[in-house]
């Protein structure tokens, strides 16, 4: 099937698929996206194979222009000489900014043994990539390196036996799944997302991992518990279905940036539920405050004090690294200029005691 006829083929198989909306108390952000998401799917464009996982909501994020076979192949020849040519003299700074943070993340990934999960694993291949910075023999992108980073601290920290069962809540299209997928084949991967999300994700993995068990929405209840499930099997879990695996303890559990966006009634299901309680392993990546009082980013009051468990260890902290040091323009108090985000991350790692 191609991506979509498998996106009908998701909204088939996930009776709830329009009602993410109904969620209480879902904050702006994802309040946004998930109506975009809905209109975008209306349109008829949604899951397209150019535009599943690059789309008016959310993105691979920015790379500096580059004339490359890759770029001219995907956008045109023309298109891509008169971006180059309009970003190297109209937005230079901004190019300059991006390019600096690219060249950071690949060292840093480098330096904690990464260097061939860069080479094997170029951004430009996988299905639907449509951004990508060639350089050093690899080809990358800001939120490729991400999962490139996170795979490799799995990886280094032994987060994830092979046969066990990881739980990713905000799982996007299932780039992260995709390059872990390679070091553990035999590991049970439930994403966990909105229903539009999750779709995406079907559409990537099933065409990378064609041969792998493929759970859709309404077979999960099929499995009594998660450890049931066939090992290496993709299961696609809807939020609005969390408390169906709320109370299970699994190999690990994973969230990256999204449990710092939520409205503190969703936050509290997550942090306080058995699973994320209770499991073998947590790996956090969120704001250390969502909301500073001179930028509220998100309309929440969630900082580092709320991802403390009395029930879990901590094994590992430490500032998350990837575009630690990127500038971005954008307006404070009236002034434009380039500047950090205005919380930087935390990386945390737990272990049930």
Sequence with gaps: MNS???????????????????????????????????????????????????????????????????????????HTFLKFLYMKIFRRDNERFVLNSLMDDISIIKSIGGEKNLKENPSHKPLGASTAY???????????????????QVINQNLLPDSGVWVDVGSYYGGCQSLLRKHFPNTTNVLVDFHHQLCRSYIFLSQ???????????????????????????????????????????????????????HRKFHSI????????????????????????????????????????NKQKIEYFDVFPMAHFQLMKRELYGRVA?????SSYFEMITSSK
């Design 4 to 78: 979509k006829e498998l996106a009908q083929d998701f909204i088939n198989h996930a009776p709830d698929f329009f009602s993410d909306l109904e969620l209480n108390d879902l904050d702006l952000k994802h309040t946004g996206i998930v109506k975009k998401a809905y209109d975008f799917i209306d349109d008829g464009e949604a899951y397209k194979e150019n535009n599943f996982r690059n789309w008016s909501g959310q993105t691979d994020l920015a790379v500096p222009m580059q004339i490359s076979a890759f770029n001219i192949k995907t956008y045109g020849f023309l």
């Design 134 to 152: 060639f350089v050093g023999g690899t080809s990358v992108n800001l939120r490729w390196l991400r999962y490139t980073y996170i795979c490799q």
């Design 208 to 262: 990378t991992y064609p041969d792998a068990e493929h759970i859709l929405p309404d077979k999960i209840s099929n499995y009594k518990s998660l450890d049931d499930i066939p090992k290496g099997s993709f299961v696609y879990l809807p939020v609005s279905d969390y408390h169906k695996i709320a109370n299970q303890k699994v190999s690990l559990v994973t969230n990256f940036f999204s449990l710092g966006e939520m």
């Design 338 to 342: 380039h500047r950090n985000a205005s």
């Design 270 to 309: 997550y942090m306080n539920s058995v699973l994320f309680q209770e499991s073998k392993k947590v790996y956090l990546i969120n704001r250390w405050v969502s909301s500073p009082f001179f930028e509220k980013t998100y309309d929440n009051d969630i900082s580092i004090i709320d991802y403390m468990s």
